[in-house]
Structure formats: structure tokens, C-alpha cells
């Protein structure tokens, strides 16, 4: 059953085979190494998960490392700061929460040295799965569409990724039912997902890097 993401912009004909394609382990695809990468037992930010965006295509090289090991006090600050909720389920308020946790990136100690969105979302999303969204290349080509977020203009991070969470939350819940159905897809493969994470999958499968 073809799913309607992205404000309508994008139609996804076949889910179904998108999703079994990108769970195969024999596909190429970051599934299982980066959700299933084991760090720690707990929200916690660990220097292990500042690598886990490698396992998305995201090098992470020794300039990155040693970055973003200076955001660690801030990003585990936004982390825990962070609702209960998934991001289908929250308010405004806590998609600012979840925008904030991108703010160092608008500072100048740390913008232009090579940790942008793609990375930082990353590295938040393996511990909040069901609420932080991940963003690269073909998120913002499929979101920043011609009726999906407005691109005009320049935004700070986050201002971007409160409209981007925004329009996330919009495709989860009218797409609830069906993005329900496929978690129970992802279950018979032995796959824990959350409909955030199966959302981006969706997504990236079926849109062009930027």
C-alpha cells in the first residue's frame, strides 16, 4: 500500500519492498551494524557513539572525534532534557527541545569544522530513536520539496530542524496505521524499529542525495 510522505511530495509505491531490501543483511545497507551498534546500556552519550555516523556514511575522522567530544556536555544536557514521547506523540514545545539539541552547531566555535547536521543526527538519534530524527543529503532533498519545508531563506540548525521535526511529526501521524504495520514487518525480520527510524528509511530509499 503506497504511503504519502513529505507533505505529499513523495509517494512511497511499495514500502514494503523498500523496507526488506534495507533490512537484508546481505544489501549493503546500515542495517543492523548502526542500530544494533552496542556502546552502553543507557541514554547516555559515550565517546563510542561519536563514531556510530560512520556506520551511516558519515565519516567521522580524528578533527570530528575530538569536535564533537567538546559538544558531549551539550548534547548530553539536550539528551536529557529531552520529553518521554516519540516524536509522533509531541508537542511543540518538545520539538524545540529536540531543535535545541542542534544549537551548537549555529555557534561559531563550532560551525565549519566539519560536524554539521548529517553527523550530529547521528549520533543523537541511536539514543533517542523514537524522537530525534536523522538527516542527511536526501532527507533535505525529499523535505525541502516545493510544498514540504520551506527552504527560503537562511535558517539556523535550529530553526531547520524545528520545521523539518515538524513536518516528521505531521507524515507519522497520517501515516500511523501504516508505519505501524511496518514495524510489525521489521519484527518478523527480527528488526526493532521504531516508526521514526522507518520513517527515515522510506525516505532515504526513495529520494536522490542532494
Known amino acids: 500500500m503506497p504511503i504519502s510522505l513529505c507533505a505529499g511530495t513523495l509517494v512511497v509505491e511499495d514500502p514494503d519492498e523498500l523496507l526488506l531490501t534495507y533490512l537484508d543483511p546481505a544489501g549493503g545497507y546500515a542495517?543492523?551494524?548502526?542500530?544494533?551498534l552496542v556502546t552502553n546500556s543507557s541514554t547516555a552519550l559515550?565517546?563510542?557513539?561519536?563514531?556510530?555516523?560512520?556506520?551511516?556514511?558519515?565519516?567521522?575522522?580524528?578533527?570530528?572525534f575530538e569536535l564533537l567530544r567538546t559538544m558531549l556536555p551539550d548534547l548530553s544536557a539536550g539528551l536529557s532534557g529531552l520529553p518521554p514521547t516519540s516524536l509522533a506523540d509531541t508537542d511543540d514545545a518538545g520539538i524545540a527541545l529536540v531543535a535545541q539539541c542542534f544549537a551548537d552547531l549555529d555557534h561559531p566555535r563550532y560551525s565549519g569544522h566539519g560536524v554539521r547536521g548529517t553527523i550530529l543526527s547521528k549520533v543523537l538519534h541511536r539514543k533517542r530513536p523514537d524522537l530525534v530524527?536523522?538527516?542527511?543529503?536526501?532527507?533535505?532533498t525529499a523535505y525541502t520539496a516545493p510544498g514540504a519545508v520551506a527552504r527560503a531563506g537562511k535558517r539556523s540548525w535550529v530553526d531547520f530542524m524545528t520545521l523539518l521535526c515538524a513536518q516528521m511529526r505531521a507524515d507519522l501521524q497520517a501515516e500511523s496505521a501504516e508505519l505501524s504495520r511496518l514495524v510489525d514487518v521489521a519484527a518478523d525480520q527480527g528488526a526493532n524499529l521504531t516508526t521514526l527510524r522507518l520513517l527515515d528509511i522510506l525516505v532515504w530509499m526513495s529520494s536522490e542525495p542532494h
Open 31 to 36: 542495517y543492523p551494524a548502526y542500530d544494533t
Open 46 to 64: 559515550v565517546d563510542g557513539d561519536l563514531l556510530a555516523p560512520s556506520l551511516l556514511g558519515a565519516h567521522v575522522d580524528l578533527a570530528r
Open 133 to 140: 530524527p536523522l538527516y542527511d543529503s536526501r532527507i533535505w
